[in-house]
Each structure stands twice: as structure tokens, then as C-alpha cells.
């Protein structure tokens, strides 16, 4: 068996604290756990899955170019993100915001 390090995942609106191996993607920590964020496309090209990361930017995988231009679009702050796109490499804090 191999050990896997785990990273916590706080789903703030839905008062959700869930574990997950680091590097799994968001949508799918959110899907499992039943929070409530709303998947469009999956893709990065809808913008309804996006979150505020209120803790943990820094362990986010790094935006694609189209994620980044999505949220340039929208003049979106720094700290959103699609959670489509994002892998959860460290612990998060997340805020649903949708479009
Ligand atoms: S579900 Fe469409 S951008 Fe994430």
C-alpha cells in the first residue's frame, strides 16, 4: 500500500471539511463531499464553478492560459478560480461565488 499524504478541503458556505490525496482535482473533492457548487461545462469555459480561495491560493495547481483569460474576462480578483480547473495540492479554503 502506498502512503498518500492527504490535504484538507473546507467548503465554507456549506460548512464542509473533507479529506482528499493531494493533487486530486477539485470538482472531484466537491462531487464527493456533496458541496455546492454548480458544474457547467467542466472545461473551464462557463465560469459557474467559480470559488473564492480564501486560504491555500498558494497550493492551487497553477491556471491554465484559458483559465486565466476567463477570469481576466470578468476582471475577476486574484484569488478566484474555476474549481473545474483547480487540483488541491495543500489545504483550501473555499467559498462558492458562480458567475
Ligand atoms: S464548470 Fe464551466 S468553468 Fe468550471
Known amino acids: 500500500m502506498v502512503d ?23 470538482q472531484e473533492i466537491a462531487d ?3 458541496a455546492d457548487i454548480t ?9 459557474t464553478c467559480r470559488v473564492r ?6 497550493d492551487c495547481s497553477p ?8 477570469l481576466a474576462s470578468l ?6 478560480r474555476l474549481a473545474c480547473q483547480v487540483c488541491a495540492n495543500g489545504d483550501l479554503e473555499i467559498e462558492y ?3
Open 39 to 47: 458544474f457547467g461545462c467542466r472545461s473551464g469555459s462557463c465560469g
Open 4 to 26: 498518500t499524504d492527504l490535504v484538507k478541503v473546507h467548503f465554507i458556505l456549506d460548512d464542509l471539511l473533507v479529506q482528499a490525496p493531494q493533487g486530486t482535482p477539485l
Open 75 to 80: 476582471e475577476a480578483p486574484a484569488d478566484h
Open 32 to 34: 464527493h463531499a456533496g
Open 53 to 58: 480561495v480564501t486560504s491555500g491560493l498558494e
Open 63 to 70: 491556471a491554465e492560459a484559458e483559465e486565466r483569460d476567463f
Open 97 to 99: 461565488l458562480g458567475l
